[in-house]
T-cell receptor
Framework: KNEVEQSPQNLTAQEGEFITINCSYSVGISALHWLQQHPGGGIVSLFMLSSGKKKHGRLIATINIQEKHSSLHITASHPRDSAVYICAVSLGGNQFYFGTGTSLTVIP | NAGVTQTPKFQVLKTGQSMTLQCAQDMNHEYMSWYRQDPGMGLRLIHYSVGAGITDQGEVPNGYNVSRSTTEDFPLRLLSAAPSQTSVYFC?????????????FGPGTRLTVL
């Protein structure tokens, strides 16, 4: 049973395209996290949100608590955005559930 | 602030060998954890600690041992390495207070067991 489901699993886009990655979850959460992992690199946190929408540069994250769904949008995509994007949810204690990741490749 | 550091970055072991993966953080975080990342699977929790002297098992603890003698350090020991332990290992830390806290990850250790 996967508490966190992401789609798509793989995504290829042309530079400049608008990108959307989706995340659905099945448990009650304290917060939803979007993480970024570059090839061969560590994992960094992009967003942590429990309601509404957050924006950082060209990245936008939204969450709909009622529908248990979140989206990560990238506007004007660039090859340096190529990475694996991981959705994770944190519960009331210290427990986290992670999605399997979306591998994004942006072609120049 | 170095954040979360891990050593080594890469390691190759033979079946049956033991080794320790090191993890340290300088953010005074109470909560520290070890995850493994395998292809096609989400990060899975191996062991975690909520403070010095306190550790507990996660989802996949078999074959691993941990200790937390200080707030800063949280080493992961492989007792007798097996090929099934080939994986990328991440250490992470955060403040203890519940789910609305960001986790900070180390750079990872890529382990191959032959």
């Amino acid at each position: 049973k996967n508490e966190v489901e992401q789609s798509p699993q793989n995504l290829t886009a042309q530079e400049g395209e608008f990108i959307t990655i989706n995340c659905s979850y099945s448990v009650g959460i304290s917060a939803l996290h979007w993480l970024q992992q570059h090839p061969g690199g560590g994992i960094v946190s992009l967003f942590m949100l429990s309601s509404g929408k957050k924006k950082h540069g060209r990245l936008i994250a939204t969450i709909n608590i009622q529908e248990k769904h979140s989206s990560l949008h990238i506007t004007a995509s660039h090859p340096r955005d190529s990475a694996v994007y991981i959705c994770a949810v944190s519960l009331g204690g210290n427990q986290f559930y992670f999605g399997t990741g979306t591998s994004l490749t942006v072609i120049p | 602030n170095a954040g979360v550091t891990q050593t080594p970055k890469f390691q190759v072991l033979k079946t049956g060998q033991s080794m320790t993966l090191q993890c340290a953080q300088d953010m005074n975080h109470e909560y520290m954890s070890w995850y493994r990342q395998d292809p096609g699977m989400g990060l899975r929790l191996i062991h975690y600690s909520v403070g010095a002297g306190i550790t507990d098992q996660g989802e996949v603890p078999n074959g691993y041992n941990v200790s937390r003698s200080t707030t800063e350090d949280f080493p992961l020991r492989l007792l007798s390495a097996a090929p099934s332990q080939t994986s990328v290992y991440f250490c992470a830390s955060k403040l203890l207070a519940g789910g609305y806290n960001e986790q900070f990850f180390g750079p990872g250790t890529r382990l191959t067991v032959l």
